[in-house]
C-alpha cells in the first residue's frame, strides 16, 4: 500500500508529546515525595486512599495517546486512490525552482527547498490534462523534466532535487525563465505559465526583464516567495559530518527574502506573486483559482487519480480518547458503591 506523508515538518510536534511525558512523570515522581516528606506512611495512605493511580496512569496514557494520534492528522497521511473525471485544460506549466544553497535557509520548516518540493506535490494532485515541467536553477539553469503528461516521473525528479551550488554561484533567476520560454514546444500562444519557487535571490541576471518578455509571447509568469523578509534564515552547510553555518568574512550569513524583486517579475508578466513567506499555504487550491484559471483551452474530459486524505481518521480517534478521558475520574468508588456495583 502506497502511503505518502505531505507534511512531514509536523514530525518535530513529537518533541512536544515527549516534553508532556516528562512532566506526567516527573509530577508523579514529585508527589510521591511530597507525601514521604509531609506525611507518615499510614497518614498518606489515607490522603491517597480515594485516589485510583491506576485511573491516573490511564488518563495520562488516554491525553498521551491523543496527542501522538493528533499529530499523525497533522501529517497529513494518505493512501488509497480515488479517480476524478476533470476537464482537460490543456496548460503548459514550467515548475522553475530556485536549487542554491539559500534555499536550505531553516526560516521555512524544514527548509525552503523542501517546501517548493511541497507544493509542487500539492499542484500534482489537483492537475488534470495539464503538461508539466522542471527546471532547476543556480549559477546555471536546466531542464530537468521537459514537458509532460507523466506526472510519476515528475515525482521521482523532484525526489532527486537537492540543492547545489553552480560554477558562477548564487542564483540567476532571469537565465532560468527566459531557458522556459524556449523549452516550451509548440507555437501556440497563450495557454503557457511559469512558476518560479524562489526566495528572490538574484546575481544580475535580469529577471524582470526576461518575465516581460514571456508576457510578449503569451507566457504568464507566477512567482512563490519563500522566506522570512525581516529576520531571514542561516545556511546549514556540511563539514567533516557536522552541521554549520555558511559564513563570509567571519560572519554568518543570513539569506532574507526579497518579497519586492518577486512581486516585479509577476508584475511584468500578467502573473501574480504568491507570498508564501514562512508559512504553508494551499498550493493546489492557488493553482486552481489564480493560475489556470481561464489559461486553458478546453478540451476532452479525463480521468485523474488523486490519493484520497486520511487525516480525519486519527482526529477522529484522538477526539474519542480525549472524550473518555474526560468523563474518567481520579477517584475510587466507596465500598458502599462497589457492593452495589457488585449485586
Known amino acids: 500500500m502506497d502511503i505518502r506523508f505531505n507534511h512531514l515538518e509536523s514530525l518535530n510536534w513529537l518533541w512536544a508529546v515527549l516534553a ?19 506525611a507518615t506512611r499510614a497518614m498518606a495512605e489515607r ?26 492528522s497533522l501529517l497529513d497521511p494518505r493512501w488509497g486512490i480515488r479517480y476524478q ?17 539559500s534555499m536550505l535557509a531553516e526560516d521555512v520548516k524544514p527548509n525552503r527547498m523542501l517546501r517548493s518540493k511541497q507544493y509542487i506535490e500539492d499542484i500534482l494532485e489537483t492537475v488534470g490534462g495539464d503538461r508539466v515541467g522542471l527546471i532547476t536553477y543556480a549559477g546555471q539553469a536546466a531542464v530537468t523534466v521537459p514537458l509532460t503528461l507523466d506526472y510519476g516521473a515528475m515525482r521521482l525528479a523532484l525526489d532527486e532535487l537537492h540543492a547545489r551550488q553552480g560554477r558562477r554561484g548564487g542564483s540567476m533567476t532571469g537565465d532560468a525563465i527566459r531557458l522556459a520560454m524556449d523549452s516550451f514546444t509548440d507555437d501556440v500562444e497563450d495557454h503557457k505559465a511559469i512558476i518560479v519557487f524562489s526566495d528572490g535571490d538574484d546575481m544580475g541576471s535580469y529577471p524582470t526583464e526576461a518575465a516581460a518578455k514571456a508576457a510578449e509571447r503569451g507566457i504568464s509568469v507566477f512567482t512563490v516567495g519563500l522566506g522570512d523578509s525581516i529576520e531571514g534564515g542561516r545556511i546549514p552547510v556540511e ?9 563570509h568574512e567571519g560572519e554568518e550569513v543570513w539569506s532574507k527574502l526579497d518579497a519586492q524583486l518577486l512581486q516585479d517579475v509577476a508584475l511584468a508578466a500578467n502573473g501574480a506573486y504568491i507570498p508564501a513567506g514562512t508559512g504553508n499555504v494551499d498550493m493546489g487550491q492557488i493553482y486552481d483559482d489564480v493560475i489556470s484559471i481561464g489559461s486553458g483551452r478546453t478540451q476532452e474530459t479525463a480521468r485523474i487519480e488523486q490519493h484520497v486524505p486520511r487525516y480525519q481518521w486519527f482526529a ?20 458502599a458503591e462497589m457492593e452495589v456495583a457488585i449485586q
Do not use: H, W
Open 85 to 101: 473525471e476533470v476537464q482537460q485544460q490543456g496548460i503548459d506549466v514550467y515548475f522553475v525552482v530556485d536549487t542554491s544553497r
Open 47 to 72: 490522603l491517597t486512599s480515594r485516589t485510583s493511580m491506576p485511573k491516573r496512569r490511564i488518563r495520562s496514557i488516554l491525553v498521551l495517546s491523543a496527542m501522538v494520534l493528533m499529530v499523525f
Open 20 to 38: 508532556v511525558a516528562v512532566v506526567i512523570v516527573l509530577s508523579y515522581k514529585a508527589r510521591k515525595l511530597v507525601l514521604k516528606r509531609l
Open 239 to 247: 563539514l567533516d559530518g557536522q552541521t554549520l553555518y555558511l559564513t
Open 316 to 335: 477522529a480517534i484522538a477526539l474519542l480518547l480525549l472524550l473518555v478521558d474526560g468523563f474518567m475520574t481520579n477517584r475510587r468508588p466507596k465500598p
